[in-house]
RNA sequence: CGCGGAGUAGAGCAGCCUGGUAGCUCGUCGGGCUCAUAACCCGGAGGUCAUGUGGUUCAAAUCCCAUCUCCGCAA
C-alpha cells in the first residue's frame, strides 16, 4: 500500500523524520514549511533545513504564509495526501486540514506526554532535571498537543546531556518511532491512547527571562538550566564590568552548603572558573562574552578577563 | 544599507585616546629544584601588529582613508 504523505516540519529536529521517511522509500509528495525568514547580521533571507533537503531531493516544497483560506485548501486537495506527518512546523492546523487525509495527520512530539505540551519540551525537560524524556507520536486533534497517544520512545538524560545532545537523541528517537507508527498503521496494528489532561504539563517557549542564570538556586538547578539552553540560545550572566557573559558548559562540584553569596568567584584552579551557588557551586567549563567567540574557561583567565572574589549576577 | 564589538607570537589579552625599543597570562622547547602540587626557579624559540608596496609624519600597532574577514545583539 502505498500512501501519499504530505511531510510538514520546519527546522533540523523535522530533518530527522523527514531523511527517514525519504530513505525508507515512502512516498513523500510534498513539504509544507515556514517562509524564508531574515535571519542573521544584515538580514539574509535564509531557507528552513526542511527546505534546503527537500529541494536536493526534488520534493515540491511548499511555503504558504497561512493554512487558513482557500489557497492552502486548494493547494491540499490538488495534493491529495493520504496522511499528513507533522513535525515542529510553527504553526497551527486548522480543522479543515486536520480532517482532509484519510489516515489523519500525526505529530511527533519531543516529550512523553501528557508532559510537556508545547513548544519547547526538550529544553524544559533538561532544565527541571528530568531523568528521561522521549518521543510521542500521536493523532493531532484541534488542541495543543492533546491528540490520541500513538507509541512512545523514551531517551534517558544523563547529568551531563544538554539541549544539543538531547535534540539529536530524539530527532534520531523521533524518526524511528515514526517509522514504526508509519508500518502499526500499515498493518493495522496501531492503537490510540488517549491522554490523561489531569496529568499535562507545558514547556512555555524560551523566553530572554529563562536565560538568565540565578545563582542562588542549587548547583544543580543551575546546572540544568544553563545546559537545557546550550547551545542554542545559551544562558548567560553579567561580569562586574556590566559586560553580558554566555555560559554554555559548566559541571556541578561536589561541594555542598553555602560556601559564599551566590555568584562569587570561588576559584581558577585548574583553568575552571568556580561560582557560588545557593548551595553547592558549579564549575563553569567555557564562556562566550560579548562580542567574542566561545572559548575555553582558562582562555578566559589568561585573558584576565575574571578574578577571585568578582561577583556574577543579574547585572 | 538594522545596532554594536573585534583582527597584535600556537591560545586569551594589554598597548592606540596623549605617535618614539613588541608587553602580560598561558602553552611550547631546553635546563634546574622538590616526597609532592593548578607546582616553583632559570633560560630560549616564536610577531611583515588583518590587507593596501594607501595618506599624514623625521617617525605609525598607535592618527586618516579604503578593502577583506570573524563575532555578539536584534529579528
Do not use: W
Not at 496522511?83 to 480532517?99: C, F, H, M, S, T
Not at 487525509?101 to 512523553?112: A, D, E, R, T
Not at 496494528?189 to 542564570?213: F, N, V
Request: charged share 20%; with cysteine.
Amino acid at each position: 500500500m502505498s500512501m501519499k504523505i504530505l511531510f510538514m516540519g520546519t527546522p533540523d529536529f523535522a530533518l530527522f523524520s523527514l531523511r527517514s521517511l525519504v530513505e525508507a522509500g515512502e512516498n513523500v509528495i510534498g513539504v509544507v514549511t515556514q517562509p524564508d525568514k531574515p535571519k542573521g547580521r544584515g538580514y539574509t533571507l535564509t531557507p528552513p533545513p526542511v527546505k534546503v533537503y527537500a529541494m536536493e531531493k526534488e520534493i515540491p516544497v511548499y511555503q504558504p504564509g497561512t493554512l487558513r483560506g482557500e489557497e492552502f485548501a486548494t493547494l491540499l486537495s490538488e495534493l491529495a495526501p493520504d496522511l499528513i506527518i507533522v513535525v515542529a512546523y510553527g504553526k497551527i492546523l486548522p480543522a479543515n486540514v486536520l480532517d482532509y487525509p484519510k489516515y489523519g495527520c500525526i505529530n511527533v512530539h519531543g516529550s512523553l506526554l501528557p508532559a510537556y505540551r508545547g513548544a519547547a519540551p526538550m529544553q524544559r525537560a533538561i532544565m527541571e532535571g528530568q531523568p528521561e524524556t522521549g518521543i510521542t507520536t500521536m493523532m493531532m486533534d484541534v488542541g495543543l498537543d492533546t491528540g490520541d497517544m500513538l507509541l512512545v520512545g523514551k531517551v534517558a538524560i544523563e547529568e551531563n546531556d544538554n539541549f544539543e545532545t538531547i535534540h539529536d537523541k530524539l530527532g534520531e528517537c523521533g524518526a524511528n518511532t515514526l517509522l514504526d507508527t508509519i508500518k502499526a498503521l500499515r498493518e493495522g496494528t496501531l492503537t490510540r491512547t488517549k491522554q490523561d489532561d489531569s496529568l499535562a504539563t507545558y514547556a512555555a517557549k524560551i523566553e530572554k527571562s529563562d536565560c538568565l542564570i540565578d545563582f542562588t538556586k542549587s548547583a544543580m538547578e543551575v546546572h540544568n538550566q544553563i545546559r537545557g539552553l546550550s547551545p542554542i540560545p545559551l544562558a548567560f550572566t553579567y561580569t562586574p564590568d556590566g559586560k553580558m557573559l554566555k555560559v554554555p558548559t559548566t559541571e556541578v562540584a561536589k561541594r555542598e552548603g553555602t560556601l559564599a553569596p551566590a555568584g562569587t568567584v570561588l576559584s581558577l584552579a585548574g583553568g575552571k572558573i568556580e561560582v557560588a551557588c545557593g548551595t553547592g557551586s558549579i564549575f563553569v567549563l567555557s564562556v562566550l562574552p560579548e562580542g567574542k567567540k566561545r572559548m575555553a574557561a582558562a582562555d578566559f583567565i589568561n585573558g584576565r578577563k575574571i578574578a577571585v572574589g568578582d561577583v556574577l549576577t543579574a547585572k
